[in-house]
Structures are given as C-alpha cells and as structure tokens.
C-alpha cells in the first residue's frame, strides 16, 4: 500500500519558519492537500492540490511539492499553530486515499 | 458553506455490528463525494471509505473491505456506515468528509462519532 511519510515532530519558535515534509514514491505526479487538526477538533484543509489555499487560510500557510516530497510551509509561526498537521493524496494505483503519518508542530 | 453531523457511534461487543450515519446540510449533497476517516485514541488519520455523488462507485481501505459498506441516500442527504464483524482495532473517532474531487482536500467535516469495540 502507499505510504506518505512525514517527520513525527517539529518544534519552532513564534515568529519563526516551519517545514513539514511529507514523502511518498511518485509524490510529484500526485495533488497533495495538507490538513491541521487541533485537540478535541476536527482537521481543517489548508493546503489542496499542493500550492493552493482555501478562503480563510492565512498567507502564512503554503505548499510546495518536488520531486517525492511535498513541503508544508508556515511563516511567522503563532502559538495557535500548534496543532498536528497531516498531508493527503488520492494513489491512483489502489484507488484509495492515504493520509500521512502525522507531524505534531510545537511552538516553542 | 455546509455541515456534516455524524451519529450511530456507541460500544458494541467484537463481532457486533453498528451503522453510522452522516447527514449533510447547506450544500448541494448529491454533486459531492463523502469520505470516513477515523482516527484511533492518540493516532493519525486513516481513510476508511469513499462514495461517488450517485452512490455507484465505492471504495474501501484493505482494513475494513468485507465488514463495512457505505451507501447513501440523496433524498435524505445521508451517507451510510455499516460496520459488521467489528474488532478491537476499529476502534476510533469516525468522521465523514465532502469532497469535491480528487484535486481538492477534504473541506468540511462532521466533528466526529466514537465507536468503541470492547
């Protein structure tokens, strides 16, 4: 089965930059959304098909895709951003979904 | 914007049986594909299931092929979980989620129903 795999944590200080990798074979042929999901909450897209942004989402929240790896970016990192954020495709090859493993961003 | 509500969670004895639903509100419910998620006490997301607008293509994660089937009912702007032979391991916070097709994310979900298989 497909599997995306993304780094368990990331630890950034307010102000600062985030990446969340999430890695997967044939990545760059795929759309990749990107979701957070806080405590006791639902998760929110705020990435789909790679590099675009729903309405809502802040700028600060961008994705990039290269090669295998798809790369979620958050500028000026807020405590609210705590949160675990998960990347997702569609594999064509099974027909299913797949989300990844899950990164927990803690903002120091 | 739209709403997803999901009910039926509950306990249920290993090889019971439960049916989740998941009803829609404020959005053209037939013109979206509906996706289960679950989400295991402390774990990550995992996809279960998804079923196209008219209902005729459906798919499964392995995990869960030959116990669960999803259906749905437009009139009622309902999707359907039936879950049989359920095992310790299904058991989870299940979400239903709208998509709009493959190039979009899933962008509204219900908050969730708990299914505990003890």
């Known amino acids: 089965s497909y599997v995306l795999s993304q780094p368990p944590s990331v630890s950034v200080a307010p102000g600062q930059t985030a990446t969340i990798t999430c890695g997967g074979n044939?990545?760059?042929?795929?759309?990749v959304h990107w979701y957070h999901q806080k405590p006791g909450q639902a998760p929110v897209v705020i990435v789909y098909?790679?590099?675009a942004r729903p309405s809502g989402i802040p700028e600060r929240f961008s994705g990039s895709k290269s090669g295998n790896t798809a790369t979620l970016t958050i500028n000026r990192v807020e405590a609210g951003d705590e949160a675990d954020y998960y990347c997702?495709?569609?594999?064509?090859?099974?027909?299913?979904?797949?989300f990844g493993t899950g990164t927990q961003v803690t903002v120091l | 914007e739209g709403r997803l509500v999901e009910s039926g969670g509950g306990l249920v004895q290993p090889g019971g049986s439960l049916r989740l639903s998941c009803e829609a509100s404020?959005?053209?419910?037939?013109?979206?594909?509906i996706h289960w998620v679950r989400q295991a006490p402390g774990k990550g997301l995992v996809w279960v299931s998804r079923?196209?607008?008219?209902?005729?293509?459906?798919r499964y994660a392995d995990s869960v092929k030959g116990r669960f089937t999803v259906s749905r009912d437009n009139t009622r702007n309902t999707v359907f979980l039936q879950m049989s032979n359920l095992r310790a391991e299904d058991t989870a916070l299940y979400y239903c989620?709208?998509?709009?097709?493959?190039?979009?994310?899933?962008?509204?979900w219900g908050q969730g129903t708990t299914v505990t298989v003890s």
């Open positions: 044939r990545l760059g042929s795929k759309s």
């Open positions: 079923i196209n607008p008219d209902g005729t293509t459906i």
């Open positions: 404020g959005f053209t419910f037939k013109t979206y594909w």
């Open positions: 098909d790679s590099d």
């Open positions: 989620a709208r998509v709009q097709g493959f190039y979009y994310g899933m962008d509204v």
């Open positions: 997702q495709v569609w594999d064509s090859d099974t027909d299913h979904y797949v």
